[in-house]
Nanobody
């Protein structure tokens, strides 16, 4: 199982980034996918989540209206489009795959990609 994030980097306030998370080693289309972030000295927080078919999406209040999560099951990839970035968005962003089935939870994580918003 592998989740590989990409697309992070340094961006100025007000700028945009698009993160990608490429999955392999499991049945991607059956899993709900999420993006989490963790800033230095802070707890990890859920940023956005999308259902297995892409029809259900949820966002943290702090990113609602600025970030968009999407997925391409054929490409086994989940995306996070981030617009109007501000310094408070600086964090390591990680993707998560989760499936709850028959009372068991299958949980996979990527290694994370750094996003830094600074002038």
């Amino acid at each position: 199982v592998q989740l590989v994030e990409s697309g992070g980097g340094l961006v100025q306030p007000g700028g945009s980034l698009r993160l990608s998370c490429a999955a392999s080693g499991f049945t991607f289309s059956r899993y709900a996918m999420s993006w989490y972030r963790q800033a230095p000295g802070k707890e990890r927080e859920l940023v956005a989540a999308i259902g297995s078919a892409g029809g259900s999406r949820n966002y943290a209040d702090s990113v609602e209206g600025r970030f968009t999560i999407s997925r391409d099951n054929a490409q086994r990839t989940v995306y996070l489009q981030m617009n109007s970035l501000n310094p408070e968005d600086t964090a390591v962003y990680s993707c998560n795959a989760r499936l709850v089935e028959l009372r068991r939870t299958y949980d996979y994580w990527g290694q994370g990609t750094q996003v830094t918003v600074s002038s």
